[in-house]
């Protein structure tokens, strides 16, 4: 599985970004879907994670009623809209994947197999 992020910018807070993540080589539709951030100096750290079928999600508390997490299977995709954002959302956002059970949520970073380039997003105040 290839993954492709992209969307990422630069934005003023309180804007939004829709980030994408495109696979290729293989579908999606049976594989857990994460977006991960890291920046300077710090570890990376999950964002927010969604199962296989969709239903459930995973936010970290920081972006809880800021981001939404989707996935569309039938274009391989899976997107992280970004809403009123700060300063502390500067990173370099990852999407990883990792073959689960339907509703499973991953949340872990060594849980996932694949990973995209990343993609910059940087918030000025």
């Known amino acids: 599985v290839q993954l492709q992020a992209s969307g990422g910018g630069l934005v003023q807070a309180g804007g939004s970004l829709r980030l994408s993540c495109a696979a290729s080589?293989?579908?999606?539709?049976?594989?857990?879907m994460g977006w991960f951030r890291q920046a300077p100096g710090n570890e990376r750290e999950v964002v927010a994670a969604?199962?296989?079928?969709?239903?459930?999600?995973y936010y970290t508390d920081s972006v809880k009623g800021r981001f939404t997490i989707s996935r569309d299977n039938a274009k391989n995709t899976v997107y992280l809209q970004m809403n009123s954002l700060k300063p502390d959302d500067t990173a370099v956002y990852y999407c990883?994947?990792?073959?689960?059970?339907?509703?499973?949520?991953?949340?872990?970073?060594?849980?996932?197999?694949?990973w995209g380039q990343g993609t910059q997003v940087t918030v000025s105040s």
């Open positions: 990883a994947a990792t073959p689960t059970t339907p509703n499973r949520v991953p949340t872990m970073s060594h849980e996932y197999d694949y």
């Open positions: 080589g293989r579908t999606l539709s049976t594989y857990g």
């Open positions: 969604i199962s296989w079928s969709g239903i459930n999600t």
